[in-house]
Structure formats: structure tokens, C-alpha cells
């Protein structure tokens, strides 16, 4: 096994396909972040509560008209229901009603015009509610002079506490990832993460309830927006350019995306692009289309499912920004009830991007609950951008448009939702009873054949995951772990002597899934399994090795005794002599049982002097010639098999040749041992031969070690038995 070179991350959006030693967790990364945020959110709480307000409901009536609806002082108890129509402050300006009646952020008023004169006129209530009392005008003529007061925690609304949880999300899932692996695509990460949030943050200041914003985040709130999607756009881009997706020419296409942005960016600034949001809009719409063009493009040249993955995350966006755009420019043709929706629908859009953001770097890693959630701000989103289609674009009734508008967006919901599920992280749909099927099969062929684990168990894993490319690398791994965002995934072997050894497996699915939690325990389970199978057949090997210890030393003490007392009992000479060659052939065998292995080398000195003896006692020449490639471990079975066979074909040379000349020669080359026995015996037409108990004995115990063997003539004269046994050093059990 071979490391493979670039051991950098493995981890969130690092490139790497392996990573370094396992990094020990901890918190100290996050705490320090949590107390930032809070430091840094408390000093933003501050000024918007100090920013000074009038504590009153407002809604738009049919009329596009600000409608009083409930307030707290007892001076404006008495309007309630009535429509705002000027505010007057302490210096004696005016701020019309209806300029501060457009619900929302300036960002998302399509006309120039309406978007400067809405902008203008929260400037100047921002002014003039700092600079003390004022009085409000209603359409019925009574005025109520008003005293301002800080807004206080409790006036800041509950949308600015969701998009502020929104924005710790992103700075935590930002910093953490940062944190385990710096590099410039988490680094890139984390900017993108930055900014998105404070664009939350700044909707959510935005969207707090009455009259009355802090006076720098009006004068600035448009500029800011512009800026930081402008930002967004260009990060998104620049991300789909570095690994682990693979583009062509990379930093050309960064460095377009930044130019451009900047460019229309300083246009903008300076007023020469009009109408602004169309352009805005247009830049957003292009970069999610370069993005989707890369990451396309990314695939294509290489099958990494991280990069299909992000294709749809992208796509996800992308469309539902396009609806979102096409909804707000109808809706500003429309009546106050679309404006109301109009200015739902762009927070739900952010905050789906911002899941979306949180769902890239852990979405192998990511819970079902996670993903839904991502999916449910999405189907918000479109839901709110169709009901807002309806009623501007195509006048449906609002009491109808918006359960029309939930009806389609939960069937686009079933329709779409395995694009980010199924192909995402989860293990792929085999069904209970098929991934049974398989694992049985698998773990039982090693059960079977357990000295063949090292080629079994990858072709499990081929057949579970069907990845794209299988290796074997040197890399320490204790339990499967998802590496380089779900691209790939590491499994320890089975063998306990071979910790420092695994298996990598790249591109699940052919491609077109990531690794995902489920798959590493997935192949913690095979590998624990195949464990099981190895440690029971060492255990019955254990008790095998026992047992024939038992039965030698049986031998040696019972039989053994019994034929010495027999030879010094022997009536002759040639039966004492019998009984000692019996007796050395009885040490030979305890001998061979009592040993769990043997060496070929070994074994083949003790065959060599074992037939020398016999065919000299037979007066017959011997000639021993045995060439190894390697020396090699035979098991028991193999040891046992191989002595029985020459000794069965060297007795009959002894008992039916009248030879007076046996030539023994052998090789091993590659594992595969070949034996030729030759004798110039009296032996013709082998093929004639009725094999009784002796040479079939000699074929079923060559056939149980996986070979053959084969008797012919000899030429001048005589036999040759031929054996050969391919794998010899693979079959040990």
C-alpha cells in the first residue's frame, strides 16, 4: 500500500482527500465566537434600542394608506382606525404619510423614484423624531402631538431576534469550519457567511415594527444592501471555482466576478445605471447562472458528487431568486396587500440562502432535520413569491391566492425535495431486504474463504457504495469517517495486525451521491462483521492446532509404546526392521500434527531423507532436485496432503516398478508448485490403470489442495506422475 500524496483536509470544504492525524475537538474555537457575538450584538442592540419611536400598530388599508391599529398612549387611543396623513415635526417639516406607507426596505422598491423618496422621507422621521415632540395628522383632521420614546428591547421585534439567530448560525458554522482547516475556500466560506449575515442583521434593523429606524441605517441601509449582495454574488462565484470542484482556468473566472461586481457596484454608486434594482437584480441572477455554469462545467470533467450537489443547492437558489424577482417587479404595480406580501418574501429569501449556506459544508454530515429545514425556507419563499404573482400579475382574489399559492409550492416541495435529500447524504435506496442480501452473501464468502478478506471485502464495498474508484492507501483509521465534504470515504481494514491500513473510496454512486454518515456506518458494520468471520476462523484454527497436539501426543504415548514393545518382541529381523521404519514414519506424522505450519524448505528435507531411506533400503537410485522462488508457509492440511502423496507414489514405485533409478524434481514459481516423480520401472499404458484406494487417495487429496495430477510414460522407459498445485501459498487452511 502506497500513501497517496496531498494529505491536506478532508473536512468541510477542504480539496483533500485525505486528511492529516485526526484533530482532537475543541470547543475553545466556538465559546470564543459566542462571546464575540454577543459583545458585538450587544453594541448593535444598543442604538436600536435608544432609537427613538412612537409606540403604535400600523397596517396598509386597501387604500396603500398607514391605518392606525392600536398604540399604548392614551393620545392615540382615540385614532385608532383612523389613516395617517403627515407627520409634522418640532422645526415645523412635513413628512408626508404617504411616503413612509411603503412597507419594507428601499433595496426592494423596483422604482427609482418611490425607492429615493421612501428612503428620503425615513431620513427626515428619523430627524425628527430625535429632535422631540411631533404631531400626527389623520384623515378626519384631528391632530395628536406625540412625545418619542426609545424603542427599549421589547420594541425591537421579533424578526430582528430570527435574523440575528440566523446570523450567529452562519458566524458559528463560519468560524468553526475556518477554525478546523484554514484555507482559502474555508476562509472564502467564512467571508461569504460574514457577509450574508450582517445583510440579515440589516434587514432585520429594517424590519422592526412602527415608525421610527436609526437615523445611520436609513441614511445608509440602500448602499449597504447593494454592496453586500453585490459581495455575496461574487463570493458564491468565486467558491465554484476553487476544489474540489475542477473548472478550467479558475482564477480568470474569480477575477471576472470581482471586477464586475466592483464595476456595477461604483455605477451604481454614482447613479449611471438606471433603473438600479433591475441591474442589482440582473447581477445577482447572472453569478447564480456562472455558478451554475461552473459547477456544471466542474462535473462534467470530473464526476465528484459534491459538485452535483452544489448544482442544486445553487439551482434551488437561483430559481427561486428568479421567481422573487418577477414577483417584486409586478408588485409594484399592485395594491397594498401586495406590498405587505412584497416585503415578506425577500427575507424568506435570504434566510433560505443562508440555509442553503449552512446546508454546503455539512451536507454529508447534516441531520434529516437540518435539511428540511433548508427545504421549508425554500417552499416558504416560493410560496410567498407565487401569492404575490397572483394577486399582482395575474389579479387573483387575495383570499384565494394565497392557499393557491401553499397548494404549488408543496407540490413543487414533493417534485424537488429528493435534489437535496436523496442525492445529498443519504445511502442509497437498496431497500432492507437487498442490503441484507448483500451483506450476507459477503460476510459469509469470507467465512468460506477467510485467507481471501483482502479481495472479498472490497468487491462488498464496490457492490454497497458502486464507487468510482477503490484503493488501498496507508492512512491510520480506527472507525469509516467521511472525508473532502462527502467526495469520499475512508474504512479501516478487518485485520487487526493492519491499523495503519484502509480503504478509500472515492465518488459514491459513480458520482452522483456523496458519502454521508450512514454509508461510515455502514462500513463499520461490514467491517466488524468480516472481524467476527476472521477472529472464528482463527478460533477454529486454534482448536484445530489443539486437537491435532492432542492426538499426536495420543499417538506418541499410546501407539508409539505399543510398536517399540512389539520390536524388541520381534520373532525376526525383517519384522523389527518393519516395526522401525513404522515407528519413524509414526515421529514423522506426530511430528507434522503437532505443528501448526511448516516451511516448504523444511518439509522438503524431511520428504527428501524420508525417501532416500526407502528407496535405498529398496536398493533404488534417487535423484532430488527442488528450485524455489521463495519459501513458503504450508498449512497442516497442505503438509499432511503433500506427504501421503509421495509417499503413496514412491511405495508403488518400491512395490510395482522394478526400477532401480527415481528422479524427483520440483519448482515453485509465483505460489504454484509442480512435483514430477519419474522412475525407469517396468510401468506402461498409465491410462489403463484400475486407480483402487492408493492412487485415488492420490488424486482426492492433490484435488482438496486445488491442483492436479497426471501419470504418463516416461520415455526410455517407466512412469512420470506430474503434480501441480496453482496458489499453493494462498491456500493454507
Known amino acids: 500500500m502506497t500513501p497517496r500524496p496531498d494529505p491536506s483536509a478532508g473536512a468541510g470544504l477542504g480539496a483533500g482527500t485525505l486528511p492529516g492525524p485526526p484533530r482532537r475537538r475543541s470547543l475553545r474555537p466556538q465559546a470564543a465566537v459566542v462571546a464575540l457575538a454577543v459583545v458585538l450584538l450587544a453594541a448593535l442592540l444598543r442604538p436600536l434600542a435608544a432609537t427613538p419611536a412612537i409606540d403604535a400598530v400600523w397596517r396598509l388599508d386597501p387604500r396603500g394608506a398607514l391605518e392606525l391599529v392600536a398604540s399604548p398612549l392614551p393620545a392615540l387611543q382615540p385614532m385608532v382606525g383612523q389613516t395617517l396623513q403627515r407627520i409634522v415635526a418640532a422645526d415645523g417639516r412635513v413628512i408626508e404619510g404617504a411616503a413612509l406607507a411603503a412597507p419594507g426596505a428601499p433595496r426592494w422598491t423596483v422604482d ?231 416585503s415578506i418574501a425577500p427575507m424568506a429569501w435570504y434566510l433560505f440562502f443562508a440555509c442553503l449556506l449552512l446546508l454546503l459544508p455539512f451536507v454529508s454530515r447534516a441531520g434529516m432535520l437540518m435539511r428540511e429545514v433548508a427545504i421549508f425556507a425554500g417552499i416558504s419563499t416560493v410560496a410567498l413569491s407565487l401569492d404575490l404573482l397572483f394577486v399582482s400579475a395575474f389579479g387573483v382574489d387575495p383570499a384565494a391566492s394565497p392557499a393557491l399559492a401553499i397548494l404549488l409550492a408543496l407540490l413543487l416541495y414533493g417534485l424537488t425535495r429528493g435534489l437535496l435529500l436523496d442525492a445529498a447524504a443519504e445511502h442509497q435506496a437498496l431497500g432492507a431486504g437487498r442490503l441484507f442480501e448483500r451483506l450476507y452473501r459477503g460476510v459469509r464468502s469470507v467465512e468460506q474463504r477467510p485467507q481471501d478478506w483482502p479481495t472479498l471485502v472490497p468487491a462488498l464495498l464496490r457492490e454497497l457504495f458502486d464507487p468510482l474508484e477503490l484503493e488501498a492507501v496507508t492512512q491510520p483509521a480506527e472507525h469509516a469517517r467521511v472525508l473532502a465534504a462527502g467526495a469520499a470515504l475512508l474504512v479501516p481494514t478487518p485485520a487487526a495486525g493492519e491499523a495503519g491500513t484502509a480503504w478509500l473510496l472515492r465518488f459514491s454512486g459513480r458520482g452522483r451521491r456523496l458519502f454521508g454518515l450512514d454509508d461510515a456506518r455502514l462500513a463499520d458494520g461490514v467491517v466488524e462483521q468480516v472481524r467476527r468471520a476472521l477472529a472464528q476462523d482463527h478460533a477454529v484454527e486454534r482448536g484445530r492446532s489443539e486437537e491435532r497436539a492432542r492426538i499426536a501426543q495420543d499417538l506418541h504415548d499410546d501407539i508409539g509404546a505399543r510398536l517399540l514393545t512389539l ?72 503438509w499432511s496432503a503433500l506427504t501421503r502423496v509421495l509417499r503413496e507414489l514412491v511405495s508403488n514405485v518400491i512395490q510395482h516398478s522394478a526400477a532401480t533409478h527415481v528422479a524427483i524434481t520440483g519448482s515453485v514459481e509465483s505460489g504454484s508448485l509442480r512435483l514430477a516423480i519419474a522412475d525407469d520401472g517396468i510401468g506402461r499404458d498409465p491410462q489403463a490403470w484400475a486407480h483402487g484406494l492408493g492412487l485415488g487417495g492420490v488424486r482426492k487429496r492433490v484435488k482438496q489442495l486445488g491442483g492436479d495430477v497426471q501419470w504418463a510414460p516416461n520415455d526410455p522407459a517407466g512412469i512420470v506422475c506430474t503434480v501441480r498445485v496453482p496458489r499453493l501459498g494462498e491456500h493454507r487452511h
Request: charged share 15%.
Open 567 to 638: 520390536m524388541y518382541r520381534a520373532p525376526s529381523t525383517e519384522i523389527e526392521d518393519y516395526i522401525r521404519h513404522t515407528l519413524k514414519d509414526l515421529k514423522t506424522l506426530t511430528r507434522g500434527l503437532a505443528a501448526s505450519e511448516h516451511r516448504l524448505s523444511h518439509a522438503a528435507a524431511e520428504w527428501k531423507a524420508d525417501i532416500a531411506q526407502r528407496l535405498g533400503a529398496a536398493q533404488i537410485e534417487l535423484e532430488w532436485s527442488l528450485q524455489l522462488d521463495r519459501d513458503l508457509e504450508l498449512g497442516v492440511v497442505q
Open 112 to 342: 427609482d423614484a418611490r425607492s429615493a423618496s421612501q428612503a428620503a422621507a425615513r431620513q427626515a422621521l428619523a430627524q425628527a423624531l430625535a429632535g422631540g415632540p411631533v404631531a400626527l395628522q389623520f384623515d378626519d383632521g384631528g391632530s395628536v402631538a406625540v412625545q418619542p420614546r426609545p424603542r427599549g428591547l421589547g420594541g425591537i421585534g421579533a424578526l430582528f431576534w430570527l435574523m440575528a439567530a440566523a446570523w450567529l448560525s452562519l458566524l458559528l458554522a463560519g468560524t468553526t469550519l475556518y477554525a478546523r482547516r484554514p484555507g482559502w475556500r474555508n476562509g472564502l466560506y467564512l467571508a461569504l457567511a460574514l457577509a450574508l449575515g450582517a445583510k440579515l442583521l440589516l434587514i432585520g434593523a429594517e424590519s422592526m415594527p412602527g415608525l421610527g429606524l436609526p437615523a445611520g441605517i436609513v441614511a445608509h441601509g440602500l448602499p449597504g444592501h447593494i454592496v453586500l449582495d453585490l459581495v455575496c454574488t461574487a463570493l458564491a462565484v468565486h467558491l465554484s471555482t476553487l476544489p474540489p470542484l475542477r473548472v478550467p482556468h479558475p482564477r480568470a473566472a474569480a477575477a471576472a466576478a470581482w471586477s464586475l461586481a466592483a464595476l456595477l457596484a461604483a455605477a451604481l454608486a454614482a447613479g449611471a445605471l438606471r433603473p438600479a434594482w433591475w441591474w442589482l437584480q440582473a447581477a445577482m441572477l447572472a453569478g447564480a447562472g456562472a455558478a451554475l455554469l461552473l459547477t456544471g462545467w466542474s462535473y462534467r470533467i470530473e464526476p465528484n458528487p459534491f459538485a452535483l450537489v452544489s448544482r442544486r443547492i445553487t439551482l434551488a437558489a437561483a430559481g427561486s431568486l428568479a421567481l422573487l424577482t418577477v414577483a417584486a417587479a409586478a408588485a409594484g404595480r399592485a395594491g397594498a396587500r401586495a406590498h405587505e406580501v412584497a
